[in-house]
């Protein structure tokens, strides 16, 4: 594979709401891509998630909610964001919302904490800065789970 190729699935896999930092991270080091350009690319196109999904939630939603198939699946995930959030930001305040994103688990991200953002009310600027931070905090995690599951295989390894 092309460093183009590994650089364009790097962030693909950082701006889908399944994978994000959990995905992208641990592929971009697998591959070969040092940790410090992996975390950087990979930090970088997951905080996009946020003003994408901003602008996709301030825009075509609108139109989107007229389908009923739409509305139903909306509904649903909405409501589930705001479950799993609305503890959080009462309690945190936009800082909930960062520690929600940061934490790197499924169906927590830059994506469910953009929506619960929207969802409970939150500024823009504040959802923004939020993500951004949640995503710095998660890849900090994630890379660095990486990399000491790398140091342990390799002490193990050497072991056997």
């Known amino acids: 594979m092309t460093y183009f190729g590994i650089y364009f699935w790097i962030a693909f896999l950082s701006f889908l709401p399944i994978s994000e930092l959990r995905g992208a991270i641990p592929f971009a080091i697998a ?7 992996a975390f950087a690319i990979a930090v970088c196109f997951n905080a996009l998630v946020a003003p994408a999904c901003w602008i996709f939630l301030s825009t075509l939603h609108k139109i989107f909610l007229k389908m009923n ?37 499924p169906l927590t991200g830059a994506w469910t ?5 929207w969802v409970l009310g939150l500024s823009k600027r504040k959802t923004m800065l939020a993500v951004l931070l949640g995503v710095l905090t998660s890849g900090v995690v994630v890379t660095s789970m990486v990399l000491l599951g790398i140091q342990a295989l390799s002490f193990f390894i050497k072991r056997v």
């Open 113 to 117: 904490g953009t929506l619960g953002a």
């Open 69 to 105: 198939w739409y509305k139903n699946f909306f509904e649903r995930f909405i409501e589930r964001a705001r479950i799993k959030l609305h503890k959080k930001v009462e309690r945190w305040g936009w800082l909930g919302i960062a520690v929600f994103v940061a934490i790197p688990l």
């Open 31 to 37: 591959t070969g891509v040092p940790w410090y350009f």
